[in-house]
Antibody, heavy 118, light 106 residues
Framework: QVQLQESGPGLVKPSETLSLTCAVSGYSISSGYYWGWIRQPPGKGLEWIGSIYHSGSTYYNPSLKSRVTISVDTSKNQFSLKLSSVTAADTAVYYC???????????WGQGTLVTVSS | DIQMTQSPSTLSASVGDRVTITCRASQSISGWLAWYQQKPGKAPRLLIYQVSSLESGVPSRFSGSGSGTEFTLTISSLQPDDFATYYCQQYSSVWTFGQGTKVEIK
């Protein structure tokens, strides 16, 4: 059974870089599929951040592209998100997910709340 | 970006009711559409992909239909476990979600 688990600081200061990791179990990232990050501000809807293939090929939301870096570490079976120059607007629950063959999100992590505040 | 608009935003219904949620895209997305269910404090759960394909383990009372720019999620007989918020997602281009439809107990 595929399982994903996000980890990282729950509090980030404004202008700093948010860093999260998604550990995958039950499936080898090297075997395929894209892997993605999605966020949800408190009480609001979902926003796709970006996705990465095991080869390192990435696909970012243009609205965040200048601040986002997604990377993969196949040796640890995990992938990571970095979001730079954060503001309060980046406060959200961040989810990692496995992308289905065309773009649906079939497996999700439980999510982790990241608050941007000084 | 393609905008996804769901209606209604909130829906009050009773157990046993037939419920329909609509999702409209600002331009054609062909069949690149999925539906999710989200309960408070939980991650979204995939219900349907490719407009009408039921995800494994999802009850058959859930169904999806549509094409082009208009899509629907139908729950044939609402169950207590179905009270939640539902989102559509298009993956035709830059992936975007609808704003959500909250299904409440009437």
């Amino acid at each position: 059974q595929v399982q994903l688990q996000e980890s990282g600081p729950g509090l980030v200061k404004p202008s700093e870089t948010l860093s999260l990791t998604c550990a995958v179990s039950g499936y080898s990232i090297s075997s395929g599929y894209y892997w993605g990050w999605i966020r949800q501000p408190p009480g609001k809807g979902l926003e796709w951040i970006g996705s990465i293939y095991h080869s390192g090929s990435t696909y970012y939301n243009p609205s965040l592209k200048s601040r986002v870096t997604i990377s993969v570490d196949t040796s640890k079976n995990q992938f990571s998100l970095k979001l730079s120059s954060v503001t309060a607007a980046d406060t959200a629950v961040y989810y990692c997910a496995r992308v289905g063959s065309s773009g649906w999100l079939g497996y999700w992590g439980q999510g982790t709340l990241v608050t941007v505040s000084s | 970006d393609i905008q996804m608009t769901q209606s209604p935003s909130t829906l009050s219904a009773s157990v046993g009711d037939r419920v329909t949620i609509t999702c409209r895209a600002s331009q054609s997305i062909s069949g690149w559409l999925a539906w999710y269910q989200q309960k408070p404090g939980k991650a979204p759960r995939l219900l349907i992909y490719q407009v009408s394909s039921l995800e494994s383990g999802v009850p058959s009372r859930f169904s999806g239909s549509g094409s082009g720019t208009e899509f629907t999620l139908t729950i044939s007989s609402l169950q207590p476990d179905d009270f939640a918020t539902y989102y559509c997602q298009q993956y035709s281009s830059v992936w975007t979600f609808g704003q959500g439809t909250k299904v409440e107990i009437k």
